[in-house]
Protein backbone atom coordinates (compact mmCIF):
# COMPACT_ATOMS: atom_id res chain seq x y z
CA UNK A 1 0.00 0.00 0.00
CA UNK A 2 1.48 3.78 -0.84
CA UNK A 3 1.32 5.89 2.11
CA UNK A 4 2.36 9.62 1.30
CA UNK A 5 4.32 11.48 3.43
CA UNK A 6 1.56 13.85 4.59
CA UNK A 7 -0.42 10.76 5.67
CA UNK A 8 2.72 9.12 7.25
CA UNK A 9 3.47 12.83 9.22
CA UNK A 10 0.05 12.47 10.18
CA UNK A 11 -0.21 8.93 11.53
CA UNK A 12 3.70 9.81 13.33
CA UNK A 13 1.61 12.89 15.13
CA UNK A 14 -1.54 10.99 16.22
CA UNK A 15 0.65 8.40 17.68
CA UNK A 16 2.92 10.72 19.35
CA UNK A 17 -0.38 12.16 20.61
CA UNK A 18 -1.54 8.75 21.72
CA UNK A 19 1.43 8.17 23.65
CA UNK A 20 2.37 11.41 25.39
CA UNK A 21 -1.68 10.93 26.25
CA UNK A 22 -1.36 7.41 27.69
CA UNK A 23 1.80 8.04 29.42
CA UNK A 24 0.51 10.79 31.21
CA UNK A 25 -2.39 9.47 32.30
CA UNK A 26 -1.15 6.57 33.66
CA UNK A 27 1.44 8.54 35.28
CA UNK A 28 -1.28 10.89 36.75
CA UNK A 29 -3.50 7.82 37.45
CA UNK A 30 -0.91 5.96 39.63
CA UNK A 31 0.21 8.80 41.45
CA UNK A 32 -3.29 9.80 42.27
CA UNK A 33 -4.01 6.10 43.15
CA UNK A 34 -0.67 5.77 45.19
CA UNK A 35 -1.65 9.71 46.85
CA UNK A 36 -5.39 8.78 47.56
CA UNK A 37 -4.85 5.25 48.97
CA UNK A 38 -1.63 6.91 51.28
CA UNK A 39 -4.27 9.39 52.08
CA UNK A 40 -7.13 6.34 53.35
CA UNK A 41 -4.63 4.59 55.11
CA UNK A 42 -3.63 7.75 56.77
CA UNK A 43 -7.07 8.38 57.96
CA UNK A 44 -7.93 4.69 58.84
CA UNK A 45 -4.43 4.97 60.91
CA UNK A 46 -5.90 7.61 62.77
CA UNK A 47 -9.15 6.44 63.35
CA UNK A 48 -7.84 2.92 64.33
CA UNK A 49 -5.36 5.17 66.91
CA UNK A 50 -8.61 6.85 68.18
CA UNK A 51 -10.64 3.39 68.48
CA UNK A 52 -7.57 2.00 70.61
CA UNK A 53 -8.59 4.75 72.86
CA UNK A 54 -12.30 3.61 73.22
CA UNK A 55 -11.40 -0.07 73.44
CA UNK A 56 -8.26 0.13 75.28
CA UNK A 57 -5.77 -2.79 74.93
CA UNK A 58 -6.60 -4.30 78.93
CA UNK A 59 -10.29 -5.47 77.53
CA UNK A 60 -9.09 -7.05 74.30
CA UNK A 61 -6.34 -8.06 76.81
CA UNK A 62 -8.81 -10.06 78.66
CA UNK A 63 -10.66 -11.52 75.12
CA UNK A 64 -13.89 -11.12 76.32
CA UNK A 65 -15.98 -10.99 72.65
CA UNK A 66 -19.63 -10.18 74.49
CA UNK A 67 -17.84 -7.22 75.89
CA UNK A 68 -15.49 -6.38 73.29
CA UNK A 69 -18.43 -6.76 70.56
CA UNK A 70 -20.67 -3.71 71.41
CA UNK A 71 -17.77 -1.79 72.06
CA UNK A 72 -16.68 -2.36 67.98
CA UNK A 73 -20.50 -1.81 67.23
CA UNK A 74 -20.58 1.55 68.46
CA UNK A 75 -17.14 2.18 67.20
CA UNK A 76 -17.60 2.12 63.90
CA UNK A 77 -21.17 3.69 63.76
CA UNK A 78 -18.44 6.77 64.76
CA UNK A 79 -16.01 6.20 62.94
CA UNK A 80 -18.15 4.81 59.54
CA UNK A 81 -15.59 2.28 58.96
CA UNK A 82 -15.23 -1.68 59.55
CA UNK A 83 -13.63 -2.12 62.54
CA UNK A 84 -12.31 -5.58 63.33
CA UNK A 85 -10.34 -6.55 67.09
CA UNK A 86 -8.16 -9.56 67.07
CA UNK A 87 -6.33 -11.30 69.39
CA UNK A 88 -2.15 -12.05 69.34
CA UNK A 89 -3.07 -15.37 68.49
CA UNK A 90 -5.36 -14.16 65.56
CA UNK A 91 -8.89 -15.18 67.02
CA UNK A 92 -11.07 -12.28 66.16
CA UNK A 93 -12.71 -10.81 69.00
CA UNK A 94 -15.15 -8.08 67.56
CA UNK A 95 -16.21 -7.54 64.16
CA UNK A 96 -18.50 -4.94 63.02
CA UNK A 97 -19.78 -6.38 59.75
CA UNK A 98 -19.77 -10.39 61.05
CA UNK A 99 -20.02 -12.39 63.80
CA UNK A 100 -16.70 -12.80 65.38
CA UNK A 101 -17.65 -16.53 66.64
CA UNK A 102 -17.98 -17.41 62.76
CA UNK A 103 -14.91 -15.39 61.12
CA UNK A 104 -11.40 -17.70 61.06
CA UNK A 105 -8.35 -17.08 62.35
CA UNK A 106 -6.73 -13.89 61.22
CA UNK A 107 -3.23 -14.36 62.20
CA UNK A 108 -1.87 -14.57 58.20
CA UNK A 109 -3.56 -11.42 57.10
CA UNK A 110 -0.38 -9.35 56.16
CA UNK A 111 -1.36 -6.65 58.12
CA UNK A 112 -2.19 -8.27 61.32
CA UNK A 113 1.15 -9.78 60.95
CA UNK A 114 2.97 -6.45 60.72
CA UNK A 115 1.12 -4.99 63.74
CA UNK A 116 2.28 -8.17 65.22
CA UNK A 117 5.52 -6.60 64.77
CA UNK A 118 5.01 -3.70 66.51
CA UNK A 119 4.29 -1.59 63.32
CA UNK A 120 1.70 -0.70 61.27
CA UNK A 121 0.51 -2.84 58.61
CA UNK A 122 -2.01 -2.18 55.91
CA UNK A 123 -2.88 -4.31 52.79
CA UNK A 124 -5.30 -4.01 50.08
CA UNK A 125 -7.80 -7.13 49.15
CA UNK A 126 -10.72 -8.26 47.98
CA UNK A 127 -13.06 -8.99 51.21
CA UNK A 128 -15.39 -12.07 51.08
CA UNK A 129 -16.95 -11.03 53.63
CA UNK A 130 -17.83 -7.95 52.29
CA UNK A 131 -17.31 -8.51 48.83
CA UNK A 132 -15.52 -5.35 47.65
CA UNK A 133 -11.81 -4.18 47.76
CA UNK A 134 -10.91 -3.28 51.19
CA UNK A 135 -7.77 -1.12 53.09
CA UNK A 136 -6.80 -2.83 55.73
CA UNK A 137 -5.16 -1.03 58.48
CA UNK A 138 -3.92 -2.60 61.81
CA UNK A 139 -2.28 -1.29 64.63
CA UNK A 140 -1.16 -3.03 67.84
CA UNK A 141 -3.37 -2.38 71.05
CA UNK A 142 -0.53 -2.39 73.34
CA UNK A 143 -0.56 -2.56 77.16
CA UNK A 144 1.12 0.47 79.56
CA UNK A 145 4.29 -2.10 79.72
CA UNK A 146 4.55 -1.54 76.13
CA UNK A 147 2.93 -5.09 75.54
CA UNK A 148 0.88 -6.01 72.71
CA UNK A 149 -2.13 -7.28 73.83
CA UNK A 150 -4.13 -7.67 70.36
CA UNK A 151 -4.79 -5.83 67.31
CA UNK A 152 -7.18 -3.09 66.23
CA UNK A 153 -7.76 -3.15 62.81
CA UNK A 154 -9.67 -0.64 60.63
CA UNK A 155 -11.04 -0.77 57.21
CA UNK A 156 -12.73 1.13 54.45
CA UNK A 157 -13.91 -0.15 51.07
CA UNK A 158 -11.07 1.71 48.66
CA UNK A 159 -14.12 1.95 45.64
CA UNK A 160 -13.84 5.75 46.07
CA UNK A 161 -10.62 5.87 44.79
CA UNK A 162 -11.68 3.48 41.97
CA UNK A 163 -14.77 5.70 40.72
CA UNK A 164 -12.39 8.50 40.83
CA UNK A 165 -9.95 7.16 38.54
CA UNK A 166 -12.88 5.30 35.86
CA UNK A 167 -14.15 9.50 36.12
CA UNK A 168 -10.58 11.25 35.70
CA UNK A 169 -10.12 8.11 32.90
CA UNK A 170 -13.47 9.47 31.33
CA UNK A 171 -12.77 13.01 31.12
CA UNK A 172 -8.95 11.82 29.72
CA UNK A 173 -10.56 10.25 27.16
CA UNK A 174 -12.56 13.28 25.90
CA UNK A 175 -9.52 15.43 25.96
CA UNK A 176 -7.18 12.56 24.15
CA UNK A 177 -10.26 12.61 21.30
CA UNK A 178 -10.47 16.14 21.07
CA UNK A 179 -6.52 16.67 21.00
CA UNK A 180 -6.73 13.59 18.13
CA UNK A 181 -8.88 16.01 16.03
CA UNK A 182 -7.03 18.92 16.37
CA UNK A 183 -3.72 17.02 15.77
CA UNK A 184 -5.37 15.63 12.31
CA UNK A 185 -6.32 19.17 11.42
CA UNK A 186 -3.31 21.01 12.28
CA UNK A 187 -1.21 18.03 11.05
CA UNK A 188 -2.59 18.26 7.57
CA UNK A 189 -2.44 21.54 7.55
CA UNK A 190 1.73 21.18 8.41
CA UNK A 191 1.73 18.08 7.08
CA UNK A 192 0.96 19.81 3.54
CA UNK A 193 3.52 22.65 3.95
CA UNK A 194 6.15 20.80 4.97
CA UNK A 195 5.46 18.21 2.02
CA UNK A 196 5.25 20.93 -0.27
CA UNK A 197 8.77 21.25 -1.07
CA UNK A 198 8.77 17.87 -2.01
CA UNK A 199 5.98 17.73 -4.12
CA UNK A 200 7.59 20.82 -6.09
CA UNK A 201 10.65 18.59 -6.50
CA UNK A 202 8.62 15.47 -7.14
CA UNK A 203 6.86 17.03 -10.34
CA UNK A 204 10.23 19.04 -10.94
CA UNK A 205 11.92 15.46 -11.45
CA UNK A 206 9.48 13.62 -13.03
CA UNK A 207 9.31 16.40 -15.91
CA UNK A 208 12.58 15.85 -15.97
CA UNK A 209 12.18 12.18 -16.97
CA UNK A 210 9.99 13.66 -19.88
CA UNK A 211 13.22 16.01 -20.90
CA UNK A 212 12.41 18.97 -19.63
CA UNK A 213 15.13 20.44 -17.24
CA UNK A 214 14.28 24.17 -17.36
CA UNK A 215 12.24 23.90 -14.06
CA UNK A 216 12.81 25.50 -11.23
CA UNK A 217 11.50 25.18 -7.53
CA UNK A 218 11.42 28.23 -5.59
CA UNK A 219 13.46 28.20 -2.02
CA UNK A 220 11.25 29.28 0.88
CA UNK A 221 13.20 27.93 3.63
CA UNK A 222 16.05 27.86 4.85
CA UNK A 223 15.75 23.97 6.35
CA UNK A 224 17.21 21.00 4.90
CA UNK A 225 14.02 21.17 2.29
CA UNK A 226 15.36 24.47 1.12
CA UNK A 227 19.00 23.25 0.71
CA UNK A 228 17.80 20.59 -1.18
CA UNK A 229 15.52 22.71 -3.30
CA UNK A 230 18.61 24.63 -3.97
CA UNK A 231 21.11 22.39 -4.66
CA UNK A 232 18.64 20.41 -7.16
CA UNK A 233 17.76 23.96 -8.79
CA UNK A 234 21.98 24.25 -9.21
CA UNK A 235 21.64 20.46 -10.70
CA UNK A 236 19.23 21.23 -13.34
CA UNK A 237 20.64 24.51 -14.22
CA UNK A 238 23.78 22.64 -14.58
CA UNK A 239 22.11 19.66 -16.49
CA UNK A 240 20.00 21.84 -18.90
CA UNK A 241 23.27 23.78 -20.05
CA UNK A 242 24.86 19.70 -20.43
CA UNK A 243 21.78 18.54 -22.53
CA UNK A 244 22.02 22.22 -24.31
CA UNK A 245 25.58 21.99 -25.08
CA UNK A 246 25.00 18.49 -26.54
CA UNK A 247 22.02 19.44 -28.31
CA UNK A 248 24.24 22.30 -30.15
CA UNK A 249 26.85 19.95 -30.95
CA UNK A 250 24.48 17.21 -32.07
CA UNK A 251 22.89 19.85 -34.40
CA UNK A 252 25.60 21.40 -35.24
CA UNK A 253 27.04 17.39 -36.20
CA UNK A 254 23.99 16.32 -37.94
CA UNK A 255 23.75 19.73 -39.75
CA UNK A 256 27.20 18.90 -41.53
CA UNK A 257 26.47 15.07 -42.27
CA UNK A 258 23.52 15.72 -43.81
CA UNK A 259 24.93 18.74 -45.97
CA UNK A 260 27.65 16.91 -46.81
CA UNK A 261 27.57 16.07 -50.38
CA UNK A 262 29.18 12.64 -49.87
CA UNK A 263 27.36 10.15 -48.30
CA UNK A 264 27.84 9.05 -44.85
CA UNK A 265 26.11 5.59 -43.27
CA UNK A 266 26.96 4.47 -39.60
CA UNK A 267 26.32 1.28 -38.78
CA UNK A 268 26.72 -0.94 -35.22
CA UNK A 269 28.47 -4.04 -34.85
CA UNK A 270 24.99 -6.37 -36.11
CA UNK A 271 25.54 -4.08 -39.58
CA UNK A 272 22.40 -2.35 -38.51
CA UNK A 273 22.43 1.24 -39.87
CA UNK A 274 22.37 3.74 -37.17
CA UNK A 275 22.50 6.93 -39.28
CA UNK A 276 22.49 8.05 -43.01
CA UNK A 277 22.50 11.19 -44.62
CA UNK A 278 20.58 13.24 -47.38
CA UNK A 279 23.44 12.30 -49.89
CA UNK A 280 22.76 8.09 -49.50
CA UNK A 281 19.19 8.85 -49.64
CA UNK A 282 19.52 10.12 -53.09
CA UNK A 283 22.44 7.87 -53.93
CA UNK A 284 20.18 4.77 -53.40
CA UNK A 285 16.92 6.39 -53.16
CA UNK A 286 16.23 5.52 -49.71
CA UNK A 287 14.78 7.23 -46.18
CA UNK A 288 16.32 7.40 -43.47
CA UNK A 289 13.19 6.56 -41.07
CA UNK A 290 12.99 3.55 -43.47
CA UNK A 291 16.49 2.41 -43.25
CA UNK A 292 16.84 3.21 -39.36
CA UNK A 293 17.71 -0.09 -37.07
CA UNK A 294 17.62 -1.90 -40.90
CA UNK A 295 20.70 -4.18 -42.04
CA UNK A 296 22.98 -2.67 -44.63
CA UNK A 297 22.24 -5.16 -47.00
CA UNK A 298 18.29 -4.44 -46.48
CA UNK A 299 17.97 -1.53 -46.87
CA UNK A 300 20.52 -0.62 -49.66
CA UNK A 301 20.82 -3.79 -51.49
CA UNK A 302 23.96 -3.45 -52.47
CA UNK A 303 26.17 -6.50 -51.85
CA UNK A 304 29.53 -4.93 -52.18
CA UNK A 305 28.96 -2.16 -49.73
CA UNK A 306 28.00 -4.73 -47.87
CA UNK A 307 31.18 -6.97 -47.81
CA UNK A 308 33.32 -3.65 -47.46
CA UNK A 309 31.18 -2.65 -44.08
CA UNK A 310 31.87 -6.69 -43.26
CA UNK A 311 35.81 -6.75 -43.90
CA UNK A 312 35.90 -2.91 -41.69
CA UNK A 313 33.89 -4.60 -38.77
CA UNK A 314 36.06 -7.73 -38.65
CA UNK A 315 39.31 -6.70 -38.92
CA UNK A 316 38.66 -2.90 -37.27
CA UNK A 317 40.68 -1.67 -39.95
CA UNK A 318 40.02 1.44 -42.44
CA UNK A 319 39.02 -0.29 -45.75
CA UNK A 320 38.95 1.97 -49.23
CA UNK A 321 36.94 0.68 -52.49
CA UNK A 322 35.69 1.56 -55.80
CA UNK A 323 31.83 0.91 -55.90
CA UNK A 324 29.83 1.04 -58.76
CA UNK A 325 26.06 1.30 -58.59
CA UNK A 326 23.26 1.54 -62.31
CA UNK A 327 20.35 1.62 -59.93
CA UNK A 328 18.84 4.61 -59.24
CA UNK A 329 21.54 6.69 -61.24
CA UNK A 330 24.34 4.91 -62.74
CA UNK A 331 27.34 6.28 -60.88
CA UNK A 332 30.99 5.44 -59.11
CA UNK A 333 32.29 5.87 -55.91
CA UNK A 334 35.59 5.87 -53.99
CA UNK A 335 34.04 4.61 -50.70
CA UNK A 336 36.49 5.04 -47.15
CA UNK A 337 35.12 2.69 -44.64
CA UNK A 338 36.84 3.14 -41.01
CA UNK A 339 35.69 1.14 -37.70
CA UNK A 340 34.36 3.33 -35.28
CA UNK A 341 35.96 2.15 -31.76
CA UNK A 342 34.88 2.86 -28.08
CA UNK A 343 37.42 1.92 -25.35
CA UNK A 344 39.66 0.15 -28.23
CA UNK A 345 36.54 -2.38 -29.09
CA UNK A 346 35.08 -2.00 -32.83
CA UNK A 347 31.16 -1.09 -31.84
CA UNK A 348 30.46 -0.20 -35.13
CA UNK A 349 31.83 1.72 -38.75
CA UNK A 350 31.07 4.67 -40.93
CA UNK A 351 31.09 4.55 -44.30
CA UNK A 352 31.75 7.61 -46.50
CA UNK A 353 30.73 7.34 -50.24
CA UNK A 354 32.70 9.99 -52.36
CA UNK A 355 31.10 10.29 -55.86
CA UNK A 356 33.85 10.26 -58.49
CA UNK A 357 31.78 10.02 -61.17
CA UNK A 358 32.80 13.06 -62.76
CA UNK A 359 35.91 12.21 -61.64
CA UNK A 360 36.40 9.11 -63.84
CA UNK A 361 34.44 10.69 -66.80
CA UNK A 362 37.03 13.10 -67.12
CA UNK A 363 39.73 10.90 -66.45
CA UNK A 364 38.13 8.68 -69.57
CA UNK A 365 37.59 11.87 -71.94
CA UNK A 366 41.35 12.96 -70.52
CA UNK A 367 42.61 9.32 -72.11
CA UNK A 368 40.19 9.42 -74.90
CA UNK A 369 40.96 12.83 -76.08
CA UNK A 370 44.63 12.07 -75.68
CA UNK A 371 44.15 9.03 -77.94
CA UNK A 372 42.45 11.30 -80.30
CA UNK A 373 45.12 13.56 -80.74
CA UNK A 374 47.57 11.43 -81.46
CA UNK A 375 45.32 9.54 -83.49
CA UNK A 376 44.39 12.98 -85.89
CA UNK A 377 48.18 14.40 -85.85
CA UNK A 378 49.49 10.92 -87.02
CA UNK A 379 47.15 10.49 -89.75
CA UNK A 380 48.57 13.74 -91.54
CA UNK A 381 52.22 13.03 -90.48
CA UNK A 382 52.10 9.40 -91.95
CA UNK A 383 50.60 11.19 -95.11
CA UNK A 384 53.41 13.58 -95.19
CA UNK A 385 56.11 10.84 -94.13
CA UNK A 386 55.22 8.93 -97.11
CA UNK A 387 54.67 11.73 -99.86
CA UNK A 388 58.27 12.88 -98.54
CA UNK A 389 59.43 9.68 -99.17
CA UNK A 390 58.31 8.86 -102.38
CA UNK A 391 59.44 12.44 -103.51
CA UNK A 392 63.02 11.28 -102.44
CA UNK A 393 63.16 8.03 -103.81
CA UNK A 394 62.57 9.49 -107.23
CA UNK A 395 59.14 10.97 -107.78
CA UNK A 396 60.70 14.47 -107.09
CA UNK A 397 61.77 13.69 -110.35
CA UNK A 398 58.65 12.82 -111.58
CA UNK A 399 57.38 16.14 -113.71
CA UNK A 400 54.04 15.00 -114.13
CA UNK A 401 53.55 13.84 -110.31
CA UNK A 402 56.08 16.38 -108.15
CA UNK A 403 53.91 19.10 -107.83
CA UNK A 404 50.86 17.17 -107.26
CA UNK A 405 52.38 15.18 -104.53
CA UNK A 406 54.25 18.34 -103.04
CA UNK A 407 50.45 20.15 -102.76
CA UNK A 408 49.12 16.83 -100.70
CA UNK A 409 51.96 17.41 -98.51
CA UNK A 410 50.96 21.12 -97.98
CA UNK A 411 47.26 20.29 -97.81
CA UNK A 412 48.03 17.66 -94.77
CA UNK A 413 50.77 20.56 -93.22
CA UNK A 414 47.81 22.97 -93.40
CA UNK A 415 46.01 20.56 -91.68
CA UNK A 416 48.49 19.68 -89.19
CA UNK A 417 48.48 23.36 -88.27
CA UNK A 418 44.86 23.84 -87.89
CA UNK A 419 44.56 20.78 -86.26
CA UNK A 420 47.56 22.14 -83.76
CA UNK A 421 45.65 25.42 -83.94
CA UNK A 422 42.17 24.30 -83.09
CA UNK A 423 43.56 21.69 -80.25
CA UNK A 424 45.48 24.77 -78.48
CA UNK A 425 42.67 27.53 -79.23
CA UNK A 426 40.63 24.71 -77.20
CA UNK A 427 43.00 23.97 -74.65
CA UNK A 428 42.70 27.86 -73.53
CA UNK A 429 39.37 27.77 -73.59
CA UNK A 430 39.11 24.91 -71.23
CA UNK A 431 41.93 25.88 -68.92
CA UNK A 432 40.37 29.84 -68.51
CA UNK A 433 43.85 30.91 -70.03
CA UNK A 434 42.94 33.30 -72.32
CA UNK A 435 40.76 36.41 -70.62
CA UNK A 436 37.71 37.23 -73.04
CA UNK A 437 37.02 41.21 -73.61
CA UNK A 438 33.83 41.40 -72.99
CA UNK A 439 32.62 44.66 -74.90
CA UNK A 440 28.92 46.06 -76.36
CA UNK A 441 28.98 44.38 -79.71
CA UNK A 442 26.41 44.71 -82.55
CA UNK A 443 26.14 40.83 -83.64
CA UNK A 444 24.13 41.63 -87.18
CA UNK A 445 27.30 43.62 -88.17
CA UNK A 446 29.43 40.41 -87.01
CA UNK A 447 27.10 37.81 -88.73
CA UNK A 448 27.37 39.86 -92.11
CA UNK A 449 30.99 40.25 -92.21
CA UNK A 450 31.94 36.81 -91.30
CA UNK A 451 29.23 35.77 -94.35
CA UNK A 452 31.20 37.96 -96.55
CA UNK A 453 34.07 35.77 -95.85
CA UNK A 454 32.32 33.09 -97.10
CA UNK A 455 31.47 34.55 -100.06
CA UNK A 456 34.03 32.34 -102.22
CA UNK A 457 33.06 28.93 -100.83
CA UNK A 458 29.44 29.39 -100.98
CA UNK A 459 29.78 29.82 -104.94
CA UNK A 460 32.06 27.11 -105.15
CA UNK A 461 28.97 25.03 -103.40
CA UNK A 462 26.36 27.10 -105.11
CA UNK A 463 24.39 27.76 -101.70
CA UNK A 464 23.17 30.66 -100.69
CA UNK A 465 23.27 32.54 -97.83
CA UNK A 466 20.47 34.48 -96.23
CA UNK A 467 20.63 36.80 -92.52
CA UNK A 468 17.42 37.31 -91.57
CA UNK A 469 17.38 40.26 -89.26
CA UNK A 470 14.52 42.32 -89.22
CA UNK A 471 14.59 45.66 -87.16
CA UNK A 472 17.42 46.43 -84.42
CA UNK A 473 19.02 43.89 -81.92
CA UNK A 474 20.32 45.51 -78.94
CA UNK A 475 23.70 45.31 -78.25
CA UNK A 476 25.26 42.37 -76.51
CA UNK A 477 28.28 42.15 -73.86
CA UNK A 478 30.70 39.91 -75.79
CA UNK A 479 34.07 38.99 -77.18
CA UNK A 480 33.96 40.09 -80.80
CA UNK A 481 36.36 38.11 -82.10
CA UNK A 482 34.95 34.88 -80.41
CA UNK A 483 31.59 35.22 -81.42
CA UNK A 484 33.02 36.16 -84.99
CA UNK A 485 35.02 32.56 -84.42
CA UNK A 486 31.64 30.93 -82.96
CA UNK A 487 30.13 32.32 -86.29
CA UNK A 488 32.85 30.89 -88.61
CA UNK A 489 32.87 27.36 -87.47
CA UNK A 490 29.16 27.32 -88.00
CA UNK A 491 28.47 28.75 -91.07
CA UNK A 492 31.83 26.57 -92.00
CA UNK A 493 29.44 23.60 -91.38
CA UNK A 494 26.35 24.39 -92.64
CA UNK A 495 28.44 24.65 -95.64
CA UNK A 496 30.42 21.62 -95.54
CA UNK A 497 27.78 19.59 -94.82
CA UNK A 498 25.32 20.86 -97.07
CA UNK A 499 24.06 19.71 -100.37
CA UNK A 500 24.37 21.25 -104.19
CA UNK A 501 21.94 24.20 -104.18
CA UNK A 502 21.51 24.01 -100.53
CA UNK A 503 20.60 27.30 -98.39
CA UNK A 504 21.78 28.68 -95.32
CA UNK A 505 19.75 30.85 -93.30
CA UNK A 506 20.75 33.31 -90.21
CA UNK A 507 17.99 34.70 -87.69
CA UNK A 508 18.06 35.87 -84.73
CA UNK A 509 15.00 36.00 -81.98
CA UNK A 510 14.96 38.68 -79.24
CA UNK A 511 13.72 36.88 -75.81
CA UNK A 512 13.29 38.57 -72.39
CA UNK A 513 16.90 38.58 -71.32
CA UNK A 514 18.70 36.80 -74.07
CA UNK A 515 19.06 36.87 -77.78
CA UNK A 516 19.19 33.56 -79.53
CA UNK A 517 21.11 33.24 -83.13
CA UNK A 518 20.41 30.22 -85.18
CA UNK A 519 22.38 29.05 -88.42
CA UNK A 520 19.73 26.92 -90.49
CA UNK A 521 21.10 24.54 -93.37
CA UNK A 522 19.50 22.13 -95.72
CA UNK A 523 22.24 19.83 -95.50
CA UNK A 524 22.38 16.19 -94.74
CA UNK A 525 21.39 16.38 -90.85
CA UNK A 526 22.47 14.58 -88.17
CA UNK A 527 21.22 11.04 -86.88
CA UNK A 528 19.15 11.56 -83.64
CA UNK A 529 21.44 9.28 -81.65
CA UNK A 530 24.53 11.63 -82.32
CA UNK A 531 22.73 14.86 -81.46
CA UNK A 532 23.45 14.30 -77.42
CA UNK A 533 27.17 14.00 -78.33
CA UNK A 534 27.66 16.43 -81.27
CA UNK A 535 29.34 18.82 -79.08
CA UNK A 536 32.24 16.56 -77.97
CA UNK A 537 35.87 16.82 -79.09
CA UNK A 538 36.40 14.99 -82.22
CA UNK A 539 32.73 13.86 -82.27
CA UNK A 540 31.95 13.22 -85.69
CA UNK A 541 29.28 11.43 -87.78
CA UNK A 542 31.54 10.56 -90.45
CA UNK A 543 34.92 11.15 -89.88
CA UNK A 544 36.37 10.66 -93.29
CA UNK A 545 34.05 13.23 -94.86
CA UNK A 546 35.15 15.45 -92.17
CA UNK A 547 38.82 14.75 -92.72
CA UNK A 548 38.06 14.86 -96.75
CA UNK A 549 36.20 18.51 -95.94
CA UNK A 550 39.22 19.39 -93.14
CA UNK A 551 37.60 19.11 -90.51
CA UNK A 552 39.03 18.55 -87.36
CA UNK A 553 36.22 17.82 -85.18
CA UNK A 554 37.02 20.39 -82.71
CA UNK A 555 35.05 22.95 -84.41
CA UNK A 556 31.68 22.62 -82.28
CA UNK A 557 33.23 21.87 -79.48
CA UNK A 558 35.15 25.17 -79.49
CA UNK A 559 31.55 27.03 -80.57
CA UNK A 560 30.47 25.33 -77.34
CA UNK A 561 33.21 26.26 -75.03
CA UNK A 562 33.24 30.50 -76.08
CA UNK A 563 29.38 30.38 -75.82
CA UNK A 564 29.42 28.54 -72.19
CA UNK A 565 32.61 31.44 -71.40
CA UNK A 566 29.58 33.99 -72.56
CA UNK A 567 27.20 32.56 -70.16
CA UNK A 568 25.07 31.32 -72.77
CA UNK A 569 23.71 28.16 -74.27
CA UNK A 570 24.61 25.91 -77.37
CA UNK A 571 22.01 22.95 -79.03
CA UNK A 572 21.33 21.82 -82.24
CA UNK A 573 17.93 20.31 -83.84
CA UNK A 574 18.30 18.74 -86.70
CA UNK A 575 16.57 16.10 -89.27
CA UNK A 576 18.73 13.78 -91.09
CA UNK A 577 18.31 14.85 -95.12
CA UNK A 578 16.58 17.50 -94.05
CA UNK A 579 19.07 20.00 -92.40
CA UNK A 580 19.96 21.13 -89.17
CA UNK A 581 19.35 24.20 -86.91
CA UNK A 582 22.36 25.19 -84.99
CA UNK A 583 21.37 27.49 -82.27
CA UNK A 584 23.27 29.25 -79.15
CA UNK A 585 22.48 32.51 -76.72
CA UNK A 586 23.79 35.31 -75.06
CA UNK A 587 22.40 36.49 -72.01
CA UNK A 588 21.54 40.38 -72.84
P1 LIG B 1 34.40 19.19 -88.11
O1 LIG B 1 33.41 20.01 -88.80
O2 LIG B 1 35.76 19.73 -88.13
O3 LIG B 1 34.31 17.76 -88.39
P2 LIG B 1 32.87 19.99 -85.87
O4 LIG B 1 33.10 19.88 -84.40
O5 LIG B 1 32.64 21.33 -86.41
O6 LIG B 1 34.03 19.26 -86.56
O7 LIG B 1 31.64 19.12 -86.22
C1 LIG B 1 31.59 17.83 -85.66
C2 LIG B 1 30.70 16.94 -86.50
O8 LIG B 1 29.37 17.42 -86.44
C3 LIG B 1 30.94 16.96 -87.95
O9 LIG B 1 31.98 16.06 -88.28
C4 LIG B 1 29.64 16.54 -88.53
O10 LIG B 1 29.52 15.16 -88.51
C5 LIG B 1 28.66 17.15 -87.62
N1 LIG B 1 28.14 18.46 -88.12
C6 LIG B 1 28.54 19.67 -87.73
N2 LIG B 1 27.83 20.61 -88.36
C7 LIG B 1 26.92 19.98 -89.10
C8 LIG B 1 25.88 20.41 -90.00
N3 LIG B 1 25.61 21.68 -90.19
N4 LIG B 1 25.18 19.45 -90.66
C9 LIG B 1 25.44 18.16 -90.48
N5 LIG B 1 26.40 17.69 -89.66
C10 LIG B 1 27.12 18.59 -88.99
Known sequence: MKINVSTKLIINYLLLVVLVFSCTTFILLYKLNYESKAQLENELVTKAQLISEFIPAPVIHQGNTNQIQPLVQIAKQKSRARITVIAKDGKVLGDSESDPEIMENHLTRPEVIDALQGKTGASTRYSYTLQKNMLYVAIPAKTNQREISGIIRVALPVTTVNTLTVNILKNLWIGIIVALLLTIILGYVSAYFI???????NAMTQEAIKGNWSQKIPVTTQDEIGSLAKSLNLLFQQQQGNIEAIKNEQNKITAIISSMSEGVIACD?????????????????????????????????????????NLTLRSGQPQQSELSILVPVQKIFQVYASPLTNEDKTVGAVLVLHDITTLKHLENVRKEFISNVSHELKTPLTSIKGFIETLLAGALEDKNNNRRFLSIIQEHADRLGKLINDILELSKLESKEIQLEFKPVALPEIIRKTVETFTPQLAKSKITCAVNITGSLPAVRADQDKIAQVMINLIDNAIKFNKENGTITISADLQIDFLKIKVQDTGIGLPSADLPRIFERFYRVDKARSRDLGGTGLGLSIVKHIIEAHHGQVGVESIQEQGSTFWFTLPL
Open 269 to 309: LDSRILLINKSIEKIFAVTAANCRNKMLLEAVRNNELDEIL
Open 195 to 201: TKPIRQI
